[in-house]
């Protein structure tokens, strides 16, 4: 009963790259300034959900075989394992490292591990919201 | 300011609670996103509106400039929360409803003794 | 190792997160999830130690002091609650493996149990009342996972209604933490302890308190706020139920010992009356329920509610002798709670039904049963030497040294009402003449009996024991009622 809509399926095309590169810069914005883990895989789960409201979730399946519950599972541990990796040097949970590298490109940056925490908060939000709807979605 | 806000809070209450009354499940969903939406902007405002510079250490803003970061730190926690919630509700509002074959709260009254 | 009070705590959340990994393979769910449970009791045991030892631990996360991070704090309370919840839980385990069924085994049953026993845990260990909003919700989170798990249609009915009351109190709570923080400019609770007795204004912070009341008060359901509970955990399958009757509620009523010894005793004499006058009024209506209803499940559910207003009205006294009693009570009732589920299970299953009148003579076919669920029920009423015996003593005790001696009488009372809503289960399903059983084959019978009897031996011991495990209680007591030794170990100045 779909209707075959060439202009959502065209501007999907485009406008999911613009999103999921916007994500990208929002993630790693988090690091100093406003966004983060949680609002870049919010966006990168309404880049995924317009995929499936211009095509169908079947097809969307086939072009990202991914399993969201494997994927919240690796988030879990990623933001877990981040934190806890703080007790093997007996420093309060949490506690995070960060140093300036001068990198070839890049030049001086700054490396955080809060940076992978937050990679784990993203798969996790990722993964959470996709699952969620799928559940509803699948079942027509 | 705070003022102001505390009318708009009580708004959002007041809408959530007529919501939460009706018999639609969806209408009672959207009010319990209201009822959030009503307590993350009571943190904020409790917290004290005053400050405008985002509570981080820079040059030229002296500390009675900077926003209170904590209310922000706990409103984003509690939104994240009620995205989650929120989120499973629907999908069990939509699941009962598949099962159930209704969304009126006044039919899924009852007890085990007369399924 | 400055962290080890967060071990029981992070232990199942690893747990939980790797068995998300093959949620089909039934047998590696079961294994993993009993070895995360055990490891989780081990932790704990090293962290009771270190307590009786060393005094309150307490840890800040990402090394922001306190009171500006978020605080880990274990005192002997925390600790032995968190000993009781995993104990109950590693139980709750074993006994799921027959009951639960493989289908509702094959879709996340076990993470969803490990989930909710980091909630718990972490409820009972944080020091930050806001921190304690983000565990509720984590343990919500998983409640609402188990209370619809399975999806059959009582269970879809009742879980919209429990998620809609527990939406409702958490908006509530959030509410309340906000005119908390407005007032007192903190969130940490040793220093809100520092904090609210420099505030003159106590009106404010009376109603303040009043409102932690009302929200952890729909968590614990007292009076006016049970209404909820009857029917939400009728729904799910019993294992489910002994978890949630065990655990869920305690948390409430934990957060309140915590926050109506620690910070809010500015004006004792209106907001612990008050608390009295509402526990006492919870137990009456739990025993209504408790001697109304004609279905095993409802009796022991209502019976949850008689408990939670009896350690309340411990707690509401305010001296040593009510305190230590609650405390006790607490944790006797959080393992024969559970002990009492299973042994009931096991009758609703042999009988296919959980309705009493259609129950009668298991004595002759099932004698073990019959006995262990008789000390079980004695052991709920208080009858010495078992473990319900010491714990209601020192409340009622202390009781007739503070203001509501009356609140005593009736706590004694109402033990002869809970005596017999337990016993009205012994007579219709173990006496009378024998009907109808659903055959059960040996091996399940006994993989549910084994848990039971196990967690009806602890609580014997508990009682018997109980000169043991007073010393324990006695040290929890000590820091509720002396704050500041809960103060200077988490600001440390």
């Known amino acids: ?140 | 300011m705070e003022i102001i806000m505390s009318f708009v809070i009580g708004f959002l209450f007041m809408a959530a609670v007529y919501l939460m009354l009706s018999k639609s499940l969806i209408r009672i969903i959207i009010g319990t996103g209201l009822l959030s939406h009503g307590a993350h902007l009571l943190i904020l405002t409790m917290g004290g509106l005053g400050g405008t510079a985002p509570p981080v250490v820079a040059d030229g803003v002296s500390v009675s400039d900077y926003a209170d970061p904590l209310p922000q730190a706990l409103i984003l926690t509690a939104i994240v929360i009620s995205f989650a919630v929120t989120s499973f509700f629907l999908v069990l509002a939509y699941r009962a409803y598949q099962e159930l074959g209704t969304d009126n709260m006044n039919l899924m009254r009852g007890t085990e003794d007369n399924d | 190792m400055i962290n080890l009070l967060l071990f029981p705590i992070l232990i199942p959340l690893l747990f939980a997160a790797i068995l998300l990994f093959f949620p089909k393979n039934i047998s590696l769910q079961r294994i993993i999830s009993a070895a995360a449970a055990v490891a989780t009791l081990i932790s704990v045991l090293f962290l009771l130690l270190k307590v009786k030892a060393d005094g309150v631990q307490a840890v800040t996360l990402g090394s922001w002091d306190a009171p500006f991070g978020i605080t880990m704090v274990s005192d002997m309370l925390s600790v032995l609650l968190v000993l009781s919840a995993t104990i109950i839980t590693l139980f709750v385990i074993f006994y799921s493996m027959p009951t639960i069924g493989i289908d509702r085994e094959k879709s996340f049953y076990y993470p969803a149990v490990l989930f909710l026993l980091v909630g718990v845990n972490g409820a009972f260990t944080t020091g930050d009342i806001f921190n304690l909003f983000v565990f509720f919700e984590v343990l919500l989170m998983a409640s609402y996972m188990l209370i619809v798990h399975g999806g059959e249609k009582p269970q879809l009915r009742e879980s919209i209604k429990y998620l809609l009351v527990n939406v409702i109190s958490s908006a509530l709570f959030v509410a309340a933490v906000a005119f908390l923080y407005s007032v007192t400019g903190t969130l940490n609770m040793a220093d809100l302890a520092v904090k609210i007795p420099q505030i003159e204004e106590t009106g404010i912070l009376t109603v303040i308190a009043v409102m932690f009341l009302v929200v952890f008060g729909f968590k614990a359901a007292i009076f006016p706020l049970y209404f909820w509970l009857p029917g939400a955990y009728h729904a799910p399958p019993i294992p489910v139920l002994a978890l949630f009757g065990a655990l869920l509620t305690k948390v409430g009523v934990y957060a309140i010992i915590r926050t109506y010894t620690l910070f809010f005793t500015m004006n004792i004499a209106f907001t612990h009356e008050l608390l009295g006058i509402i526990a006492i009024l919870t137990i009456l209506a739990g025993c209504i329920g408790a001697l109304a209803y004609f279905d095993v499940k409802k009796i022991i559910i209502y019976n949850i509610i008689i408990a939670v207003g009896v350690i309340l009205f411990g707690i509401a006294q305010m001296n040593e002798a009510g305190i230590e009693g609650a405390l006790f009570y607490l944790v006797h009732d959080m393992l024969i709670k559970a002990a009492l589920f299973f042994l009931v299970g096991i009758v609703a299953v042999i009988f296919g039904t959980s309705n009493l009148r259609e129950m009668g003579g298991l004595m002759k076919t099932y004698p073990v049963l019959g006995w262990v669920y008789l000390i079980a029920a004695f052991g709920l009423a208080g009858i010495p030497p078992l473990s319900g015996f010491p714990g209601k003593l020192l409340i009622v005790q202390g009781g007739f040294e503070g203001p509501q001696f009356w609140g005593s009488i009736v706590v004694l009372a109402t033990s002869l009402l809970v005596l017999l809503s337990a016993i009205r289960i012994f007579i219709y399903a173990f006496w009378g003449e024998p009907v109808k059983t659903v055959p059960l084959k040996k091996r399940s019978y006994y993989q549910m009996f084994v848990p039971a009897v196990i967690l009806v031996g602890i609580t014997v011991i508990l009682g018997v024991g109980a000169e043991l495990f007073m010393p324990l209680i006695n040290g929890a007591g000590e820091v509720l009622l002396n704050p500041s030794i809960y103060i200077d170990a988490v600001l440390k100045e």
Do not use: C, W
């Not at chain 1, 994500?23 to 317009?50: E, N, R, W």
């Not at chain 1, 994927?71 to 949970?93: D, E, K, Y």
């Not at chain 1, 030049?107 to 908060?121: C, P, Y």
């Open chain 1, 1 to 140: 009963m779909r209707t075959n809509d060439v202009m959502l399926k065209t501007a999907t095309k485009v406008v999911t790259f613009i999103i999921l590169m916007f994500a990208v810069h929002i993630f790693f914005a988090g690091h100093y300034t406003p966004g983060g883990g949680f609002v870049g895989g919010l966006l990168t789960a309404s880049a995924i959900v317009l995929l499936m409201l211009a095509y169908d979730i079947e097809t969307v399946k086939k072009i990202i075989p991914v399993n969201y519950v494997m994927l919240t599972a690796i988030g879990l541990l990623i933001a877990l394992s981040t934190a806890a990796a703080s007790i093997f040097f007996n420093v309060p949970f949490f506690t995070h490292a960060y140093d300036y590298f001068d990198l070839p490109l890049f030049g001086k940056t700054s490396l955080h591990s809060a940076a992978l925490f937050d990679l784990g908060v993203y798969l996790v939000v990722v993964g959470v919201t996709m699952t969620i709807i799928q559940t509803i979605g699948e079942d027509e």
